[in-house]
């Protein structure tokens, strides 16, 4: 993943000069899908078994630390966020993922969490049942402006209209610096109206939907 965020990262620097159009939602679903065989490999869901051919000190560690962070969720709510990773790509994305390919992108974002320490990952639960997710930036630069960025929010449906959704951006909101952007969806517009985000004049390229904008001070 370090490889695959070193790339990343010489894409950013190429769209910034102009040489390329930086396609961020193409690059998250090609994420979510990749497989390096051998490479934090899963041959098994029941039991969990990871096949990792770390071949040096720190591959040993990174893997250590990425099983131990896997460990804080239980079997049962681990396998409840790769169901809700499905229907998120499912709903927002429209892109069908398999079990294997969910639990990849759980990984990666794991991994993406411990080399960004201004990337957060929250997950909403009620007894122990996991209901929704929210991944944010709180230093993003948009359009030259230094601000927080919420980049993934999703809620299950039968879930929905039970402030979730207000309680994870609140959340975030606590962290965040003083201006926060996102994306919202038609379907998602008249959530963030209600909590305070307006919409501005752009449109996201990738995507076409709206950005929108709140002052958290």
């Not at 051998?38 to 990174?62: M, T």
């Not at 997950?123 to 929704?132: K, P, Q």
Request: with cysteine; charged share 25%.
């Amino acid at each position: 993943m370090h490889n695959a965020s070193l790339a990343i990262e010489a894409l950013y620097l190429l769209d910034s000069l102009n040489y390329i159009k930086f396609d961020y939602d193409l690059i998250k679903s090609a994420i979510a899908k990749s497989n390096w065989q051998g490479r934090f490999e899963i041959v098994r869901q029941d039991p969990l078994v990871i096949v990792d051919g770390a071949h040096n000190i720190d591959g040993v560690k990174a893997l250590i630390t990425s099983i131990n962070d896997i460990k804080t969720l239980t079997k049962v709510q681990f396998n409840q966020l790769i169901e809700l990773v499905k229907l998120y790509f499912k709903e927002i994305e429209n892109e069908i993922l398999d079990d294997d390919s969910a639990t990849s992108y759980i990984y990666n974002v794991e991994k993406q969490l411990e080399k960004h320490q201004t990337l957060h990952f929250f997950v909403s639960e009620d007894n122990g049942l996991i209901n929704g997710f929210l991944l944010g930036n709180t230093l993003y630069n948009y359009n030259s402006e230094e601000c927080s960025f919420i980049l993934e929010l999703y809620v299950s449906k039968e879930n929905r209209l039970q402030g979730i959704g207000r309680k994870l951006v609140e959340k975030f909101e606590s962290i965040s610096k003083d201006v926060i952007y996102l994306t919202a969806s038609k379907d998602a517009e008249k959530f963030y109206r209600s909590i305070g985000y307006i919409a501005t004049n752009d449109i996201d390229e990738d995507n076409g939907n709206n950005v929108y904008k709140k002052n958290s001070n």
